[in-house]
């Protein structure tokens, strides 16, 4: 007997109560509390010694629905509009038991053939989707941050000359990067990691629609040439999280061509926007960028993890990657790609499949009108903001972020407390041109008008 395997009726029985608590979560979930009261006595429990002896499969379950499912904040409530974090699809669970099972490493091809070609599938879509030519590669990540970090070292190994054998010891001027005041937080993250520093990231100004101002991008390039540093790198926001501005990607493009600027595209937001031919004259920018990140967990409902980079010319992200190891080495397939060669990571899940499996089961239209109808929403729910009076929208809404203010209020943190405490909505707090506000982001493919209506009834009382 093997300790580490299920007897034919016990997996039969796990698979009954796996279906059952899956089935159960489902089913409630309209009316699950949002943001739990965590029972700390329960969930300090979980701290006790590992026991030397199994609890069994009943005993397990039991703990599951005892214990993690009421601890566990309700993302995929319809009315969880806090964060830039969809519900996962339907067949999520099912894709990831398989995967699993199946635990395919995806690092070289000969580990994981079927996972290989998924992943090469997936991402040439998502390129096709960017509109990237066919020579671009990519890769999945553990999420946006990761990708952006990918990226910068990416474009490090392309900009800075013998930079796999020297790195940055070497006795030359700083490298300078360029992003927005409202960008990603990944982008400061990701310069201080690879060494570039926080000293050497400039934070542009931006405009009234809270967008890059490309003017000050322009001045801040010239004035660091003239300081004898090394403009390298811009980093454009297409959906920052604040607020879900765009930025004007064209113009942007334009400048790093003209300047000889790497151009990265954080799209982890609102990229896969993308997918609807709406969003082409404000997004179509993204095409002309070096490298882009994406997130298949946002706006493809994924469940976590499900990140994604794109390198516009394929090669250069393998060179900066691709290391010699005979004792890895296999033929090469024209059919295969070795992951390992395309990032930092050897061991790697299968990611691609739940993406895959959820485009083959409902069609890449289904995304489309889900993520259209998430527009619709939060336009609609900032016309109903615009209607109250005593509620000020305190930014353009481009995308699915709303942001207001109630009037007279400062400090929106006893609002916020009400909403979740209530369970009419868990919002967010937000500053933006240095006024406190709330923010609700739908990107929640369950959210209804009727969520947005019974918001909005809150907020008029």
């Known amino acids: 007997m093997n ?39 329960k969930l300090g429990g979980l701290l006790a010694p590992m026991p030397e002896k199994g609890i069994g499969l009943d005993a397990l379950f039991d703990s599951w629905e005892d214990v993690i499912l009421p601890g566990s904040t309700a993302v995929a409530h319809p009315r969880f509009l806090a964060y830039v974090l969809g519900p996962p699809n ?27 070609v998924v992943e090469r599938s997936v991402l ?37 000359p013998d930079f796999h054998r020297t790195g940055l010891q070497r006795d030359h001027a700083p490298l300078v990067v360029y992003t927005s005041v409202e960008a990603h937080r990944s982008v400061d993250k990701a310069a201080a990691i690879l060494g570039i520093g926080l000293d050497n990231v400039r934070h542009v100004e931006t405009d009234d629609r ?3 101002d490309v003017g000050a991008l322009r001045r801040a390039v010239e004035q660091d040439r003239r300081d ?8 454009a926001t297409c959906g920052t999280v604040s607020t879900g501005s765009v930025d004007p990607l064209d113009a942007v493009a ?8 790497w151009l990265h595209v954080d799209g982890a937001y609102g990229a896969l926007f993308l997918l609807s031919e709406s969003m082409r004259e404000l997004m179509g920018g993204c095409a002309r960028a070096d490298s882009i990140t994406l997130d298949p967990h946002k706006l493809l409902y994924a469940p976590l993890e499900a990140g994604c980079l794109l390198v516009r010319d394929g090669a250069k992200l393998r060179d900066a990657y691709a290391f010699d190891s005979s004792y890895l080495t296999v033929a090469e397939d024209p059919l295969m790609t070795d992951y390992m060669d395309y990032g ?4 790697r899940n299968f990611k691609a499949f739940k993406v895959w499996s959820a485009v083959q089961a409902f069609g890449v239209d289904a995304f489309r009108k889900a993520n259209e109808r998430t527009l619709e ?13 005593g509620l000020t929208l305190l930014a353009p809404v481009t995308l699915t972020a709303v942001c207001f203010s109630v009037d007279g209020v400062e400090d929106h943190t006893a609002l916020l407390e009400e909403l979740a405490a209530e369970n009419v909505a868990l919002l967010g707090p937000v500053v933006v041109g240095g006024k406190h506000g709330i923010r609700a982001c739908i990107t929640n493919h369950r959210t209804t008008v009727e969520d947005i209506d019974l918001v909005l009834d809150r907020l008029w009382r």
């Open 377 to 389: 929403l939060a336009r609609y729910l900032a016309e109903g903001i615009e209607a109250i009076d």
């Open 344 to 347: 930092p990571q050897l061991s």
């Open 254 to 261: 334009d400048l790093c061509s003209e300047e000889g600027l």
């Open 3 to 41: 300790e580490l395997l299920l007897t034919d009726d016990e997996r039969a029985h796990a698979g009954a109560r796996l279906t059952a608590v899956l089935d159960s979560y489902e089913r409630g979930l309209a009316e699950a509390d949002i943001l739990p009261a965590p029972d700390r006595a």
């Open 210 to 212: 809270h967008r890059m």
């Open 228 to 235: 004898g540093l090394r403009p390298w790198c811009v980093v």
């Open 124 to 160: 040439e879509w998502l390129a096709s989707v960017v509109g990237f030519p066919s020579g671009a590669k990519g890769i999945l990540t553990g999420g946006g941050s990761l990708a952006t970090l990918q990226a910068l070292a990416t474009a490090l190994h392309d900009r800075v």
């Open 90 to 116: 339907g067949i999520a669970p099912y894709a990831e038991a398989l995967a699993a099972a199946i635990n395919q490493n995806c690092n070289f091809w000969q580990l994981s053939p079927a996972a290989s």
